[in-house]
């Protein structure tokens, strides 16, 4: 099995996707960190000569009036609490939160890729894997050697989990390495909010509380890295069934956009959240956003896209082993 | 032929959509033995060629390659086979040698002085370590033939081996696969649309059409059956009255009579023509065309 990975990854390298997706991440990481850099111009300027110390020491003795006030709920007063330990540990431990490092524009740049971004550069690796193969003819020297057809396929799906890793660390190592440069390489231990949970219009802060932004960006990448693998998943299963990679390019693509439009807008089609394409932004529940439709939580969305991904899993495995070859 | 077989294929059948496309082939390789496949287009020879290689399941019938059923002994059985279905399509952005060690690896049992063997049997040293996409057609078919023979297979299969070469290149082939059977005693199935060149090629010939074998039978009966005599003589009239008497006369086209050939008489013919006072100009053997065989052997049967 691992020499038929290693033909697998031979065949990849090859072809030079892995390197053209490395490039491709290299000349997007700059243009942000630019953009980033101008917004962080662009908020000081409003801010005018003021200190950034003087401006988060009023944003404490806000909080703390707001505490004192005596209608506040439990709820509410328990995450200004939290809110108020995050301030001062940045005034404390000098933290400018609005001049972040390398590693807040890592964690915003997933964040904002997660859904949409990387999702294509995964679907470029592995939308040829196996339709290549049936295009170009060689899948009958493939399939002619004292090898089984699922061990075969295996090996394909082996060496698309490889490019997919391979794909979110250099998406880590390169945001971090490029942006470093402009915003400073510090900053893994400042701390984030974590744990809010949205149930109808409220916004729960029960279960908030802090971490360190190295844990933070550990499970951002985590929930990325799932997600890449499911959407790998998809696109293999429709690579093994297209022979065209074109067309497989086509469908996964419009299902992608057609997700990112749909969240948008399908807050009262309950049934939509079954979709797997609007369960890609599992960073979002880690962040607190609000999610596209009711009812969906991280538990839920993740055991969405396993469904689907065992689902394209199975039927890959069991088209490919049965099929006929012409 | 006392040997046990090196394939045996027996009573396949393929129904695709409703439809039966193979009815029911079955033949036999020995070792040693070069077996040609002889059939138009769409008659079912590279159907049943992708039963044999495992590509295709079919719907009934069994196919043995040395002794292991393919259908429920895969790998053993394929580790006996060597193949080209139709073109050979290797990888293009890998170099011959790249393509060669990929395939050396899916089966264990190849060691890695076997792949220099190979290059050098199908004589690609020199561009063994240039990419594929700048091979011409002629060296992608021996770098096709070599990945074939890396597991020193018992059969070797071969579909339209010579379609695209030139006829330099097509020589050459039949030559290096003549020489496979009776230095390596390797079975090879060779399939092809054109009679000339089985029948320099093989041994024997089995004539498939419509999904069905119609007949199968060594290269020189069927060819002593079928090969025809052609004359050019004057005064055709009576050159043809005097044949007739002797045997079965056509007449072709541009003035000509065709007889069945027949080697023995053909001297008397001649005589009898030239003492009867007709002047033989020209007299000459001709394979009947597939077509003309097809007709012969089915009896009428249009090729489609």
Not at chain 2, 11 to 39: A, D, H, M, W, Y
Not at chain 2, 138 to 163: F, S, Y
Not at chain 2, 198 to 215: F, P, T, W
Request: hydrophobic letters at 45%; proline letters at 4%.
């Amino acid at each position: 099995m691992i020499n038929l990975v290693r033909n697998e990854m031979l065949k990849l390298l090859r072809k030079k996707r892995l390197y053209v997706i490395v490039l491709i991440i290299a000349f997007l990481v700059p243009l942000f960190t630019y953009a980033q850099f101008k917004e962080i111009q662009d908020q000081r300027e409003k801010l005018g000569n003021q200190d950034w110390r003087t401006v988060l020491q009023q944003e404490i003795t806000d909080t703390q009036n707001r505490l004192s006030s005596s209608r506040i709920q439990d709820e509410w007063r328990k995450y200004l609490k939290i809110r108020l330990s995050q301030q001062q540990y940045y005034l404390e431990n000098d933290i400018d939160p609005r001049a972040p490092g390398a590693p807040t524009f890592m964690r915003i740049f997933v964040e904002n890729s997660i859904d949409l971004l990387l999702p294509l550069l995964v679907m470029v690796i592995v939308a040829d894997l196996v339709s290549s193969e049936a295009s170009g003819g060689t899948i009958k020297l493939l399939l002619t050697r004292p090898v089984k057809r699922w061990r075969i396929l295996l090996s394909k799906y082996l060496a698309m989990l490889l490019s997919v890793s391979f794909i979110v660390l250099s998406v880590a190592v390169l945001s971090y390495g490029i942006s470093g440069v402009v915003f400073g390489y510090g900053g893994w231990n400042m701390p984030l909010l974590t744990g809010f949970s949205v149930s109808g219009d409220e916004l729960i802060t029960d279960n908030v509380h802090i971490v360190p932004q190295w844990q933070y960006i550990l499970m951002e990448f985590g929930l990325v890295w799932y997600v890449c693998v499911i959407v790998g998943t998809l696109t293999f299963m429709l690579s093994v069934l297209l022979r065209s990679t074109a067309a497989v390019m086509g469908i996964m693509l419009a299902s992608l956009i057609a997700g990112a439009i749909l969240a948008n807008m399908v807050s009262s089609w309950e049934s939509a959240k079954y979709f797997f394409m609007v369960n890609l932004n599992l960073t979002n529940y880690v962040s607190g956003m609000a999610t596209p439709i009711e009812g969906m939580s991280l538990g839920f969305s993740m055991s969405v896209l396993a469904v689907w991904g065992i689902a394209g899993f199975i039927i890959a495995f069991v088209t490919f082993s049965k099929r006929d070859i012409y | 032929m006392s040997q046990s077989p090196a394939l045996e294929v027996e009573n396949l059948t393929k129904r695709i959509k409703g439809k039966q496309i193979i009815k029911g082939v079955s033949f036999t390789l020995f070792p040693g033995e070069v077996f040609g496949f002889l059939g138009p287009n769409g008659a079912g020879k590279t159907t049943t060629i992708r039963m044999i290689v495992g590509l295709i399941s079919p719907t009934s019938g069994t196919i043995k390659i040395g002794g292991r059923n393919v259908r429920t002994d895969f790998t053993e059985a394929m580790r006996h086979l060597g193949c080209i279905v139709e073109n050979p399509e290797l990888y293009p952005f890998l170099t011959g040698w790249e393509n060669l060690e990929h395939f050396a690896k899916m089966d264990p049992s190849i060691p890695k002085s076997r792949l220099q063997e190979v290059i050098t049997l199908v004589g690609l040293s020199n561009r063994i370590h240039d990419r594929v996409s700048t091979y011409s057609l002629g060296m992608r078919q021996r770098l096709g033939i070599a990945q074939a023979l890396l597991g020193r297979p018992k059969v070797l299969i071969l579909d339209e081996p010579t379609n695209g070469l030139d006829p330099a290149g097509i020589r050459e082939m039949r030559e290096f696969i003549r020489q496979l059977a009776r230095e390596e005693n390797l079975s090879v199935l060779v399939s092809s649309h054109l009679l000339s060149e089985i029948q320099l090629m093989c041994d024997r010939v089995a004539i498939i059409s419509k999904g069905s074998v119609i007949r199968t039978d060594s290269v020189q009966n069927l060819l002593a059956e079928q090969e025809r005599v052609i004359w050019k003589a004057e005064p055709l009239p009576l050159a043809k009255q005097l044949l007739s008497e002797e045997t079965e006369v056509t007449e072709g086209a541009d003035g000509t009579l065709i007889t069945l050939y027949n080697e023995p008489l053909l001297p008397d013919w001649n005589e009898k023509l030239v003492k009867g006072g007709v002047k033989v100009k020209e007299m000459r053997t001709q394979l009947p065309s597939l077509e003309d065989l097809f007709l012969e052997v089915t009896g009428g049967e249009s090729i489609d």
